[in-house]
Nanobody, 122 residues
Framework: VQLQASGGGLVQTGGSLTLSCAAS????????MGWFRQAPGQEREFVAA????????TSADSVKDRFTVSRDNAKNTLYLQMDSLKPEDTAVYFC????????????????WGQGTQVTVSS
């Protein structure tokens, strides 16, 4: 599966953005999907993940209650709704797909998109 993330940009503190991740192929619904992010000079970190049918989600404590992960299997698209953005959310955001249960571990994901930049100004 090929993944294409989009929707990043520059936003002020407290603002919102919605990221999308379009997947190619007809097996999108077979994959657990995740969002990760990487800030300059830092390791890639888990943001959120969603199960194949969307029934189970999990997110990092740092984004809980602010970010919402969802998916539309009919459109082969993963979303990340980001509200109440903070400067520390600034990073390149990546989507990933894996034949795994919902997990925060990056190594469990097999396919990765190219990333989209999110910058939150203070």
């Amino acid at each position: 599966v090929q993944l294409q993330a989009s929707g990043g940009g520059l936003v002020q503190t407290g603002g919102s953005l919605t990221l999308s991740c379009a997947a190619s192929g007809r097996t999108f619904s077979s994959y657990t999907m995740g969002w990760f992010r990487q800030a300059p000079g830092q390791e890639r970190e888990f943001v959120a993940a969603i199960s194949r049918n969307g029934g189970t989600t999990t997110s990092a404590d740092s984004v809980k209650d602010r970010f919402t992960v969802s998916r539309d299997n009919a459109k082969n698209t993963l979303y990340l709704q980001m509200d109440s953005l903070k400067p520390e959310d600034t990073a390149v955001y990546f989507c990933a797909a894996g034949t795994t249960i919902v997990t925060k571990f990056a190594w469990r994901y097999d396919y990765w998109g190219q990333g989209t930049q999110v910058t939150v100004s203070s």
